[in-house]
């Protein structure tokens, strides 16, 4: 097979969504940081580096093969990725999300012995998230089952790479941030997501909240979901005492932004809307990153 181009390796890379990447390698470092407390020795700097590479290396496979399976309903949601614009070929991104799958099993090599398991399974769940025979992203279960699974496994690695492989609990500010952050990507994210691409997903015959619910009542369910979410979230911090105030102060900033953005959402006549009906999902994604980065730096 000829040689892969740099072009087309920056092409993957922007298919696979450089934001999602960023946002996969903050959960692994936040489980790092938030780990260390119940850390027995310091963890070597080049080690968490290593980990965040395999990590990411499989968010890069899983988002990769994802963007060749969706090319359908992609195109006809006017999706600006390189796929669905036909600057990149579906065969291209395939092996080239093979070959990410491979480097991220053996960037583990050296980790704790966890960490293979951990990568391979995030893998297995990106294939059966997009891949034949049945794939769960078809359903509104499947997609949570995924999100709620990948999420965990995204925590779990850094506080395996942190604690050097297990044999020390849990930290109730690990527990509780990993929480509510899995529930931010499935109860605000997943519908979020749906509002912009509801026609193409209803053509490929998905049956995602977007479909099943329509346009008004998603974005009711995602500013109802972020309100109950905050409120959930500061009633734990409050009770359990765990350096996670100003965690809880983002994500309030965060609730804001999604209700502002989701209810300013609905598609007007005359106009495809896409633009507009993103912005939830973009504020859902900024008030990811601004959790992660808040959490992060909660133990220093």
Same mark, same amino acid.
């Given at each position: ?7 087309? %390796? ?69 999706? *600006? ?74 925590? %779990? ?8 492989? *297990? ?95 989701? %209810? ?5 006549? *005359? ?30």
């Amino acid at each position: 097979m000829a040689a892969i181009s740099s072009h087309a %390796l920056t092409l993957c890379v922007i298919e696979a969504r450089p934001s999602v990447l960023a946002v996969s390698a903050m959960r692994y470092l936040t489980g790092v940081a938030l780990a260390l407390p119940a850390a027995t020795v310091a963890v070597p700097l080049p080690r968490v580096a290593q980990g965040t590479a395999a990590w990411v290396l499989s968010i890069l496979a899983v988002y990769l093969y994802n963007g060749v399976t969706d090319v359908t309903e992609d195109r006809i949601n006017a999706s *600006g990725r390189p796929i669905a614009r036909g600057e990149l070929e579906t065969r291209t991104a395939a092996a080239v999300a093979a070959g990410a799958g491979c480097l991220a099993l053996l960037a583990t090599w050296g980790l704790p012995s966890p960490m293979f398991g951990i990568v391979a399974a995030n893998l297995a769940l990106g294939y059966l998230y997009s891949g034949p025979p049945s794939p769960l992203k078809d359903s509104s279960g499947g997609t949570v089952a995924v999100l709620c699974l990948s999420g965990l496994l995204s925590y %779990l690695a850094g506080f395996t790479v942190a604690t050097g492989g *297990g044999g020390v609990a849990l930290p109730a500010a690990l527990v509780l941030f990993a929480g509510v952050a899995i529930g931010w990507m499935v109860l605000v994210g997943m519908p979020a997501k749906d509002l912009s691409d509801i026609t193409g997903d209803t053509a490929a015959g998905r049956r995602t909240l977007g479909v099943l619910l329509g346009d008004r009542v998603s974005r009711q369910v995602t500013v109802g979901a972020a309100v109950v979410l905050l409120a959930g979230f500061a009633m734990a911090v409050s009770l359990t005492h765990v350096p996670l105030t100003g965690v809880v102060l983002a994500l309030a900033a965060g609730v804001v932004a999604v209700a502002v953005a989701a %209810l300013s959402a609905a598609p007007r006549p *005359g106009d495809d809307g896409r633009r507009r009906t993103r912005r939830p999902y973009r504020a859902f994604m900024g008030t990811q990153h601004l959790l992660h980065l808040t959490a992060f730096l909660s133990p220093i």
